[in-house]
């Protein structure tokens, strides 16, 4: 054999050495880029698919124009503080805090949260607003003198009996798209999917 062909010979391992780690280097790559987006796709999800899993779910439903400005027309003649529970993208709160309240906000979703945040700073209320990530049943509102929950009839019953031994009796709390089912309204706003139900406080504590 000759000398080229010896060293032709010689040199074809090596190639496919190189051919190998080059195919693994592209492996590991492609394995880490799969890997980090199905992370990354799991921390954006997560906050919106986890509510789903409770006993109770209380979804992400954007409120209408329509909605806010009802809400807006029914706490008209009040002021003072007010908590949106189950805040989602903070428009009530941010609204509430146009017409001079100062607005709370309890949401699930860390997202929501800060992009509640985000948009309050954004249309100048940043400093009478504040939102948290909070469950609303480990949260006391005795310090709100105005509620406004949109709910989901599922926990309407279970939030009548907390409301009502936590807020003071001068409170209102206005419901959307369900009305709670034992209290009896002082006044309605709005109709179909846009009607809110305004409750007095003094009343329904009178029926605990």
Same mark, same amino acid.
């Given at each position: 054999m000759s000398q080229e062909e010896l060293l032709?010979?010689?040199?074809?391992?090596?190639?496919?050495? +190189?051919?190998?780690?080059?195919?693994?280097?592209?492996g590991l790559v492609v394995t880490g880029l799969v890997g980090g987006s199905l992370v990354a796709l799991y921390a954006v999800a997560a906050p919106f698919v986890a509510p789903a899993l409770r006993k109770v779910c209380l979804p992400f439903v954007p409120a209408?124009?329509?909605?806010?400005?009802?809400?807006?027309?029914?706490l008209r003649a009040r002021s003072g503080t007010l908590v949106d529970i189950g805040s989602g993208d903070g +428009? @009530?709160? @941010?609204?509430?805090?146009k017409h001079g309240f100062r607005a709370s906000?309890?949401?699930?979703?860390?997202?929501l949260v800060w992009y509640s +945040?985000?948009?309050?700073?954004?249309?100048?209320?940043?400093?009478?607003?504040?939102?948290? @990530?909070?469950?609303?049943?480990k949260v006391s509102f005795a310090q709100?003198?105005?509620?406004? @929950?949109?709910?989901?009839p599922q926990m309407m019953e279970k939030l009548e009996l907390k409301l009502a031994s936590e807020l003071p009796s001068t409170a209102k709390v206005v419901a959307c798209r369900f009305p709670f089912p034992t209290w009896i309204p002082e006044s309605t706003a709005g109709e179909g999917i846009d009607t809110v139900w305004v409750y007095d406080a003094k009343t329904f504590k009178s029926h605990l």
């Open positions: 032709l010979d010689s040199g074809q391992p090596n190639e496919d050495n +190189r051919d190998r780690k080059g195919r693994s280097r592209i209408t124009t329509t909605q806010v400005e009802n809400v807006l027309k029914a +428009r @009530i709160v @941010i609204a509430a805090a906000g309890f949401e699930l979703n860390p997202w +945040r985000y948009r309050a700073w954004r249309e100048g209320v940043y400093c009478s607003t504040s939102f948290h @990530i909070s469950d609303l049943w709100y003198s105005n509620v406004v @929950i949109f709910g989901v």
